[in-house]
């Protein structure tokens, strides 16, 4: 086990590559500070794992949405044969009960949280999974915890776009080389082509602050996604009901 934060794994890329990934040791990563870490400063926002760790081959990477999660997944990366990481955020979860019994989840298995009607589709990994919650009901979207980066649930997102004209993927890591880029990987070698609008944390510094702070800056707090996910959805709407008329 290996506790460390996402912006020092930086540091210690090459060892990840070539001394856990390439020989498929089985070794988990705690990785603390995935996403905006308000406080500790620019130097320290963990913005960039994801996208360098779904790269590796051999390596599972895992994004809880809540406190309860987080050591399920733990508990899940001990089980595995090959590395696996557990990214986490800076702060406390959401507050859901903690469970006393330790289980394995299924490898690559996402999970719907709710059930839309409005066509519209929000597949969330890790902290933004709450607000996509929120935001789901107010949509009346379909909301999925993906919960696993690598690897993606296919499956999960092929039935999604079958049935939705419009998904959102949501992360805390840079969009470039990220989950949604994962998602968008998995429609194009599946055929799908839906409207997709892609939310993480943008290619700039973020300066130092509270948490809060920071995910406002960034985009990533409620408010913001609130806004930015209806401004998008709307006119797509729009531009369908004229197409059909």
């Known amino acids: 086990m290996v506790a460390i934060y996402s912006s020092f794994l930086q540091r210690g890329y090459d060892q990840l590559v070539h001394d856990v990934a390439l020989q498929n040791l089985p070794v ?20 960039y794992d994801l996208s360098f760790m779904r790269c590796l081959p051999n390596m599972v990477v895992m994004a809880p949405s809540n406190e309860d999660e987080c050591r399920q997944m733990l508990y899940t990366a001990t089980t595995l044969e090959g590395p696996a990481a557990v990214r986490y955020p800076r ?72 049935t939705h004209d419009h998904l959102v993927t949501l992360e805390e890591n840079v969009i470039a080389g990220g ?19 892609q939310i993480g944390i943008p290619e700039q510094p973020i300066a130092h602050g509270t948490r809060d702070d920071n995910l406002a800056d960034a985009g990533l ?5 609130r806004t930015r996910i209806r401004d998008w959805w709307r006119p797509q709407i729009r531009r369908l009901v004229d197409a059909a008329g």
Do not use: C, W, Y
């Not at 988990?28 to 913005?47: K, N, W």
């Open 28 to 47: 988990v990563f705690a990785i603390d500070r995935a996403g905006l870490v308000g406080g500790d400063g620019a130097t320290h926002q963990g913005s």
């Open 179 to 197: 989950a949604g880029s994962a998602v968008l990987e998995a429609l194009n070698a599946r055929g799908h082509h839906p409207a997709l609008l």
């Open 91 to 162: 702060g406390t979860g959401p507050g859901v009960a903690v469970q006393t019994d330790m289980h394995a989840l299924p490898v690559g298995r996402g999970v719907v949280i709710r059930e839309g009607r409005s066509g519209l589709a929000l597949l969330a990994f890790g902290s933004p999974v709450a607000n996509a919650a929120k935001i789901g009901e107010e949509l009346d979207a379909t909301v999925v915890n993906m919960r696993f980066v690598k690897p993606l649930d296919v499956e999960l997102v092929d039935r999604i776009a079958g």
């Open 221 to 225: 707090d409620l408010a913001s996604l």
